[in-house]
């Protein structure tokens, strides 16, 4: 099952993009968080296989972020994806 983690500040877009990807297929896992810290800690907890991640947000912007997990991904190299927009 394909695990995907949102990471956006503007909940209402969170809301629109966790819903599109979970509807275009059923066996996605959707996850989502609110900030980059709250993102980071879920991949530390959690392999995904994409991460969709917004680079303006307050606290830690997506580039940041992208840096935390690369970091944190060194150790294993199963290819996860960023994009960012
Ligand atoms: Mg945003």
């Given at each position: 099952?394909?695990?995907?983690?949102?990471?956006?500040?503007?909940?209402?877009?969170?809301?629109?993009?966790?819903?599109?990807?979970?509807?275009?297929?059923?066996?996605?896992?959707?996850?989502?968080?609110?900030?980059?810290?709250?993102?980071?800690?879920?991949?530390?907890?959690?392999?995904?296989?994409?991460i969709l991640c917004d680079i303006k947000?307050?606290?830690?912007?997506?580039?940041?972020?992208?840096?935390?997990?690369?970091?944190?991904?060194?150790?294993?190299?199963?290819?996860?994806?960023?994009?960012?927009?």
């Open positions: 099952m394909p695990k995907i983690l949102v990471i956006e500040d503007e909940a209402a877009i969170r809301r629109v993009l966790v819903k599109i990807l979970s509807e275009e297929n059923e066996s996605y896992k959707v996850e989502e968080a609110e900030d980059g810290l709250q993102g980071i800690e879920k991949v530390k907890n959690e392999d995904y296989d994409l947000m307050p606290k830690m912007d997506g580039v940041e972020v992208l840096e935390a997990v690369k970091k944190n991904k060194t150790r294993n190299s199963n290819g996860d994806d960023f994009w960012s927009w």
